[in-house]
């Protein structure tokens, strides 16, 4: 049974904060403008990106998904670029065999079609490969479950997409969504973000019960006893319950979050407006793993 909160003035800001990030996201083209390689006076040097759409960390390497292609932070926290794509990669995850997946949409210039479907790296982005729907589908929000299976939400289409092998695709339901996690314990439990509170399927995403409750932008499912949320505001919740019931933590600085990535109990990786930040101590503290800048753009 599904219990329903009632709403604060609060809770329905941040809806509507949500629900003008997910018109944006189910309307966003190709990706303008490139990224800068200018730098600040003093410490913190930044690069201009445009808006920053996913996070993953292979071995202690992070990786940022952006709309000017991947990036990772080089020893002075400043954005360095990965390979030679610079694709407005809008749904992003790194697999447990640390293998890259991604969609979005070709570089401005770039021969193709307007959506990238699903691609894959195994060399951490360097390089890229077509692994299904190429001009078919762009993915906002990419995860995986403990067996590999692929889940995609296809914002414009406003549908969840599964795939056991990343190349066949099962349509599961139909719903208005900016983020998804999977429980890393159990496949078949599914949470996504919706303007009205977290919406939960415990059927692999064929049925979600409506959203209700606290109303979150990203989610992100590291580990059994590791979900987080954080809400428009760029406030910081530990999930109860699979889901059921969100604790604050904290709030993470910057201002208004863009990606959320947690790897355990205690370690996880936010994306703000000027930067990325890691917290070691399950969200109470952050330190700023990568400095940039904004520099216009769509979501």
């Known amino acids: 049974m599904t219990k329903h909160f009632p709403r604060s003035p609060a809770a329905g800001a941040a809806a509507l904060t949500l629900a003008l990030a997910l018109t944006a996201c ?28 996913g996070l993953g960390l292979r071995g ?19 954005p360095l670029p990965v390979g030679d794509r610079r694709d407005d990669f809008m749904g992003f995850t790194v697999t447990a065999d640390g293998d890259f997946l991604a969609s979005g949409h070709p570089a401005p210039g770039t021969d193709g079609p307007a959506d990238l479907g699903l691609v894959a790296s195994t060399d951490s982005g360097r390089t890229w490969r077509e692994k299904s729907l190429a001009g078919q589908v762009d993915f906002h929000a990419l995860d995986t479950a403990r067996d590999a299976t692929v889940y995609g939400y296809d ?26 996690a999977v429980s890393p314990a159990d496949p078949g439990t599914v949470l996504a973000s919706t303007e ?18 606290r109303v979150l932008a990203y989610l992100s499912w590291g580990a059994p006893d590791a979900l987080f949320g954080v809400d ?22 910057g201002g208004a979050p863009q990606a959320l990535t947690v790897v355990d109990a205690r370690r996880l990786f936010v994306a703000t407006g000027d930067g990325v930040y890691e917290s070691r101590d399950a969200g109470r503290t952050f330190e700023r793993r990568m400095a940039v800048k904004a520099a216009g753009g769509d979501h």
């Not at 966003?28 to 490139?34: T, V």
């Not at 202690?60 to 400043?78: C, E, F, K, R, W």
């Open 60 to 78: 202690d390497s992070l990786y940022v998904a952006t709309h000017q292609g991947i990036y990772t932070p080089d020893s002075d926290g400043s």
């Open 155 to 180: 914002s414009a289409n406003g549908l969840l997409r599964v795939s056991a092998d990343g190349i066949t695709w099962d349509d599961r339901a139909a719903l208005r969504a900016l983020d998804i």
């Open 232 to 253: 428009p505001d760029g406030v910081l919740f530990r999930g109860t319950g699979g889901g059921t019931g969100w604790t604050r933590v904290s709030a993470v600085p």
């Open 196 to 213: 009205s509170g977290v919406a939960r399927s415990t059927d692999g995403g064929r049925t979600f019960a409506p959203g209700a409750g």
């Open 26 to 53: 189910s309307t966003s083209g190709k990706p303008s403008g490139e990224a800068s390689g200018a730098r600040p006076p003093g410490g913190g040097s930044a690069a201009a990106l445009s808006h920053i759409h």
